[in-house]
């Protein structure tokens, strides 16, 4: 919201001041800076209004798209054998964890870290110099969110077949290099892509990200294909013929719950 401005110097002829009546002239600049301090108060209240009302959506976005981690442990805990849910549950665990600290170290910077190349972003590693007066605590919050659901959409595709480190090490990596490069070419105003940009490479118009279904979802889904590629099938979880072992009913309810929890929310 723009701020509302106040000029002493427009606003005193509308009283009579004039250079000839010096009373006048003091009286009408008094009215006038009375009024312009009425209208500073009220600008500045409605400044702090504004950003308290965008910040509070902003954080309750923020919620949302976290809560797809709770789809994301219970569809994969549902979709595994019993004696792999602890394992599969920690791995969700490990994606906010670890992906909170490589975010913070690496990937906001190389996200959001502008002014920057159209590839990627190169200020604010280990978010210095913020709070800005462009970004704060809240923006990097939700944006921490997004990534998570990135990796978290992997976990699923290599359930049951990989190593706690091997692990770690996919995770702390999308989320802290992979995913921060995708989201600078389409959500930072510098990168490659951005609708914002009037010289961007994308058929001069951009790209238009709905709800992360390009940058979050895309990047985990192909980055999951790989890694069940890699990695092959679960044995025992298919029979020798290739088809899928049928699911306890626990773990169809788990799946089943899982899929409430897995809500999408529009980017802000």
């Known amino acids: 919201m723009e701020p509302l401005t106040c000029s002493v110097s427009d606003l005193a002829p509308l009283f009579g001041s004039t250079a000839a009546n010096n009373t006048s002239s003091a009286a009408a600049t008094a009215a006038a800076t009375y009024l312009c301090s009425r209208f500073s108060t009220i600008s500045n209240s409605l400044s702090d209004t504004s950003h308290a009302v965008n910040n509070t959506y902003l954080l309750f976005s923020a919620y949302l798209v976290f809560a797809m981690q709770l789809g994301f442990a219970m569809l994969c805990a549902g979709s595994v054998r019993a004696k792999n849910t602890m394992n599969i549950m920690l791995t ?5 964890a670890a992906g909170a600290l490589s975010y913070y170290l690496f990937g906001f910077a190389f996200a959001f870290g502008s002014p920057s190349n159209g590839f990627i972003g190169h200020h604010f590693f280990g978010l210095k110099s913020i709070p800005s007066p462009d970004t704060d605590y809240s923006f990097f919050l939700y944006q921490w969110a997004f990534a998570i659901a990135a990796a978290g959409i992997t976990s699923g595709s290599i359930a ?19 995913y921060p490069i995708v989201s600078h070419w389409f959500w930072s105003g510098d990168g490659w892509a951005s609708p914002t940009r009037t010289d961007n490479l994308l058929f001069g118009s951009g790209v238009i990200d709905f709800a992360g279904s390009g940058v979050v979802h895309m990047v985990g889904g192909i980055a999951g294909l790989w890694g069940a590629l890699i990695e092959g099938p679960r044995i025992g979880r298919f029979d020798h013929t290739g088809r899928s072992v049928v699911l306890r009913g626990h773990s169809a309810s788990l799946v089943v719950l899982g899929s409430f929890f897995m809500v999408r929310v529009v980017r802000v």
């Open 92 to 96: 969700n665990v490990l994606d906010a």
């Open 160 to 178: 049951e077949r990989t190593q706690f480190v091997a692990y770690l090490i996919y995770s702390s990596f999308l989320t802290g290099f992979v």
